[in-house]
């Protein structure tokens, strides 16, 4: 048994976007042709997700494509942003409480925006409760898969990182782990969860 069980946040207990908030965030970009946006989007999260400004993020999107984004624009987009992923899986959320109350010491380890942060805890605040760590890479300053994010995160739980179940939705994140010395898995569902801590 894993002495510590380390989430990744999206797309394993927090909910990825859904089509209309995809939308919502087109809608505030003002675009009639979002195919190069979202490339941009993706492209150049890294450095949001590690500290970047908000404002700086969206200068560089637009920069990219090739447009400007005025201050009512930017606000507009990091709101629209923001709620995107501010929502959780409930049966996710049921087995975060299932397993502190067996006794398990629980991590998190989340590639996310500072801007993201103090809307997502202040929503989610009574299961964030469960974890010993909310590791956020916008706080230590490197995102998944740089090798110090599992190091971290295994130093703020008071475990080595072979000591620690990690469960994550990108393989590319889930080998980095298995790399710094967890035991790490592709999320598929709270029931594979289960049967990997008994």
């Not at 200068?59 to 930017?74: K, L």
């Not at 991590?107 to 010993?132: C, K, M, Q, T, Y």
């Not at 590791?135 to 230590?140: A, D, G, L, N, R």
């Not at 008071?158 to 967890?182: S, T």
Request: aromatic letters at 10%.
């Amino acid at each position: 048994m894993p002495r510590a069980i380390v989430f990744d946040l999206f797309g394993v207990i927090a909910s990825t976007q859904a089509p209309e908030d995809i939308r919502k965030i087109e809608k505030a970009a003002g675009l009639d042709d979002p195919t190069a946006f979202w490339e941009a989007y993706w492209a150049l999260r890294e450095p949001y997700d590690a500290g970047q400004p908000g404002a700086d993020y969206w200068a560089a999107v637009a920069g990219r494509i090739g447009t400007r984004f005025d201050d009512g624009a930017v606000r507009a987009l990091i709101e629209a942003d923001m709620d995107s992923w501010s929502n959780a899986d409930e049966v996710m959320v049921e087995l975060i409480g299932e397993l502190a109350a067996e006794g398990h010491t629980l991590g998190l380890l989340s590639n996310i925006v500072g801007d993201l942060v103090p809307i997502f805890e202040a929503r989610h605040r009574a299961w964030l409760a469960h974890f010993s760590a909310l590791t956020y890479s916008c706080e230590i300053g490197v995102a998944k898969p740089d090798r110090r994010a599992y190091e971290i995160v295994a130093q703020r739980l008071g475990v080595e990182p072979r000591d620690c179940l990690f469960l994550d939705d990108r393989e590319v994140n889930v080998l980095a782990a298995r790399e710094a010395g967890m035991r790490a898995e592709v999320f598929r569902t709270p029931e594979q969860v289960r049967a990997l801590v008994a």
